[in-house]
C-alpha cells in the first residue's frame, strides 16, 4: 500500500514504480486474465522490442460472468484497431497512431503491458480521473511504436459500480473526453467528435 491517495493515476504510478520488471501490466481487480496472457505477451515484445506498449484483444462480461456483446462502440472500437494495423501489428506511422488514438479511445488499459526499457520515465498524469490512460497512449505514441496483439486474452467486467460509470454520471468523463479532442484536433472538430463520443458512452446496469 503506497501512501499518496492522489486518484488511480497515482496508484498506477506507484505500481510502474514498485514493478521491477521490464514488461509491466497494471492488473485491474475487476478482470480475468486468460491463460497465455503472460507468454503471448512476452513473445510479442521480444518480436518488437522498440515498442513502447502492447495491447491484447479482450471480451466484455457483466459482473455475473454473462458475455456483453453487440454494443455500437465495441464495433467502432474494432473498426478503429483493426485500420490502425491493417498490414502490421506493429503500429508506428504518424497516420497509423492517429487513426487509432485520433478518434476515441480503443485501448483497454488492463490489456496493456509498458516496456519500460523503451520508456523508463513514463509517469500517467495524477490530475484527472478517467482519462489519464488515453493521454498515456498519446504520449507514449508520438515517440515510440505501438503494437497490437491480436488474441483475446482478457476478461473486462463491466458493471454499475465502476469508477468509468461513476465519471459519466457525474459529467468527468466528457469533461475529460473534450480536453482530450481539443488537444488533437481544431475546436470545431473536436466538438463534433465528442458529440459522436458520447454515444459511447456505456449503460452497465442491464
Not at 19 to 35: E, G, R
Not at 53 to 66: H, K, N, Q, T, V
Request: hydrophobic fraction near 45%; charged fraction near 20%; include cysteine.
Amino acid at each position: 500500500m503506497h501512501a499518496d491517495r492522489g486518484g488511480i493515476g497515482a496508484d498506477w504510478n506507484a505500481a510502474l514504480t514498485a514493478a521491477s520488471s521490464t514488461l509491466v501490466t497494471i492488473v485491474h481487480q475487476d478482470d480475468v486474465y486468460l491463460p497465455g496472457f503472460a507468454a503471448t505477451v512476452v513473445t510479442a515484445h521480444a518480436q518488437h522490442p522498440d515498442a513502447a506498449l502492447s495491447f491484447c484483444g479482450a471480451r466484455e462480461i457483466f459482473a455475473d460472468g454473462r458475455p456483453r456483446c453487440g454494443r455500437l462502440n465495441q464495433w467502432v472500437k474494432a473498426a478503429l484497431v483493426g485500420a490502425a494495423s491493417l498490414g502490421s501489428d506493429r503500429i508506428g506511422g504518424s497516420l497509423r497512431k492517429r487513426v487509432l488514438l485520433g478518434f476515441g479511445n480503443p485501448i483497454l488499459c488492463a490489456g496493456v503491458t509498458f516496456n519500460r526499457g523503451v520508456a523508463p520515465d513514463f509517469r500517467f498524469r495524477c490530475d484527472l480521473r478517467t482519462n489519464m490512460d488515453w493521454l498515456a497512449w498519446i504520449e507514449l505514441a508520438r515517440q515510440h511504436p505501438l503494437l497490437r496483439i491480436r488474441e483475446e486474452l482478457l476478461l473486462r467486467r463491466v458493471h454499475a459500480a465502476s469508477e468509468t460509470q461513476h465519471c459519466i454520471q457525474d459529467g468527468s468523463r466528457e469533461r475529460e473526453d473534450r480536453l482530450v479532442f481539443e488537444q488533437l484536433w481544431p475546436r470545431p472538430v473536436a466538438q463534433a467528435l465528442l458529440g459522436l463520443y458520447r454515444f459511447s458512452y456505456p449503460a452497465y446496469s442491464r
